[in-house]
C-alpha cells in the first residue's frame, strides 16, 4: 500500500484486526476525587468487551481532546502489533528461550558451594 491513509481507511484496518477500534464511550463531569479539587470528567473507552474507565482533571472539551488522542494512540498500537504479528519478509525469528545457552568452549562456572569454598579458602 503506497500513499497517505485517510482516517477511514485507518479506521477499517483497525476495525480489521481488532474486530472493532477503540472508541470514546462517554465523557461525564463527575465531583472532585477526596483531596483534589476542581472540575473532574470520569470517561469510559470501549472496544468490543473491553471498556477502560478513568478521570481526568479540566473541562469536557479540555478532557475529550486528550482522550480523543489517547484513543488515537491505542488504535496505531494495535495496528504495529497487527505487523508484528503477521511478521515482516526476511526477519528471523527470535531464538528460543530453552534452557541455558551453550557453553562454547569456555571454562564452566563454578558451583555456588564451590565458589564459596575458594572465598572462604582466601
Do not use: C
Not at 464511550?25 to 474507565?53: D, F, K, M, R
Not at 488504535?75 to 545457552?101: Q, Y
Amino acid at each position: 500500500m503506497t500513499g497517505p491513509q485517510g482516517d477511514s481507511e485507518r479506521a477499517d484496518q483497525a476495525r480489521d484486526f481488532l474486530g472493532e477500534p477503540f472508541r470514546l464511550h462517554t465523557i461525564v463531569e463527575v465531583p472532585a476525587p477526596e483531596g483534589s479539587e476542581g472540575v473532574w470528567q470520569q470517561y469510559v473507552i470501549v472496544q468490543g468487551i473491553n471498556t477502560i474507565n478513568g478521570l481526568r482533571p479540566g473541562t469536557r472539551s479540555e478532557v475529550s481532546v486528550q482522550i480523543e488522542s489517547m484513543v488515537e494512540h491505542l488504535n496505531e498500537r494495535f495496528r504495529k502489533g497487527e505487523a508484528r504479528l503477521v511478521g515482516s519478509p526476511g526477519r528471523k525469528p527470535p531464538p528460543p528461550r530453552i534452557g541455558r545457552p551453550p557453553n562454547h568452549g569456555s571454562k564452566p562456572l563454578p558451583l555456588q558451594s564451590e565458589f564459596q569454598e575458594k572465598v572462604e579458602i582466601q
